[in-house]
């Protein structure tokens, strides 16, 4: 039937632009996208031991706050899909649409920081924190120094 489609203008066949600008995604999919938003979630947010993988309904337990508002509920059906993926005759039944919507929206938010931004604010985090403590460091030598009078 594909065949037939092809041949076919779009025009003149009602299915036309449906069935040939279908997601080639299927259930099997499904662990492999919440896998991925598991690992963007983590590397972005936090919440893992090091070498732990958590699946995406845990990750959302423990930092799902932190993602924006518009974004949490597309997360909790692919966390959902994720859990029924395990069962073929049921998995079979998802909406592979929305779901590859809801992935690609996850995506894109959770990606564009990539690890080297990630890397520089860690690191510019430090940085920072270690210059706030010698400041306080520094204002306590100089109080102590007063109160004895050596200034």
């Not at 893992?48 to 518009?70: F, I, Q, S, T």
């Not at 899909?81 to 992935?103: F, K, Y």
């Not at 995506?107 to 210059?131: K, N, T, Y």
């Amino acid at each position: 039937m594909v065949l037939i489609l092809e041949r076919l203008a779009p025009s003149r066949h009602p299915d036309y632009p449906a069935l040939m600008n279908r997601d080639t995604h299927c259930f099997e999919d499904v662990p492999a996208m919440a896998d991925e938003i598991s690992r963007l979630m983590v590397a972005r947010f936090g919440g893992a031991r090091r070498g732990e993988r958590p699946r995406l309904h845990v990750m959302l337990r423990r930092r799902g706050g932190a993602l924006p508002a518009k974004l949490r509920k597309p997360a909790r059906k692919l966390a959902e899909a994720d859990l029924i993926s395990a069962q073929p005759r049921v998995a079979r039944q998802l909406d592979m649409a929305s779901l590859s919507n809801a992935h690609a929206a996850l995506v894109a938010h959770l990606r564009p920081l990539g690890q080297l931004g990630r890397w520089r604010g860690r690191a510019i985090s430090f940085a920072a924190s270690m210059v706030f403590g010698l400041l306080v460091l520094a204002a306590v030598v100089i109080w102590v120094m007063l109160r004895r009078g050596h200034l």
